[in-house]
Nanobody, 121 residues
């Protein structure tokens, strides 16, 4: 069993920055894929960024160049640095821990409780 606890959300003005953190417990994050998802009211949940076990990274096109995913395996922590935030980035952000069953696929097995990010215009 893996427990994921996110923090770092909040209210920020457009153009501002936030850093989200996700601390994992119960199992090491080393050797596993982790990803950030978000869900805005009335919209489907979408994947924002993913880091594979070999530290390959992929971003959704709408955050490319503004968001940076990173991890500290020693501290079992995943990060998401978010810069130049826009009102459309307003959502609940979720940390996930999972597997890569095949190239290009990601299966999240565990989810955090989410942290709210609100960007005002």
């Amino acid at each position: 069993q893996v427990q994921l606890v996110e923090s770092g959300g909040g209210l920020v003005q457009a153009g501002g920055s936030l850093m989200l953190s996700c601390v994992a417990s119960g199992r090491t994050i080393s050797g596993y894929a982790m990803a950030w998802y978000r869900q805005a009211p009335g919209r489907q949940r979408e994947r924002v960024a993913i880091m594979t076990p070999d530290s390959s990274i992929a971003y959704a096109k709408y955050v490319q160049g503004r968001f940076t995913i990173s991890r500290d395996n020693a501290k079992s922590t995943l990060f998401l640095q978010m810069n130049n935030l826009k009102p459309d980035d307003t959502a609940v952000y979720y940390c996930t821990w999972g597997y890569i069953p095949a190239p290009g696929l990601y299966e999240p097995e565990y989810w955090g409780q989410g942290t709210q990010v609100t960007v005002s215009s």
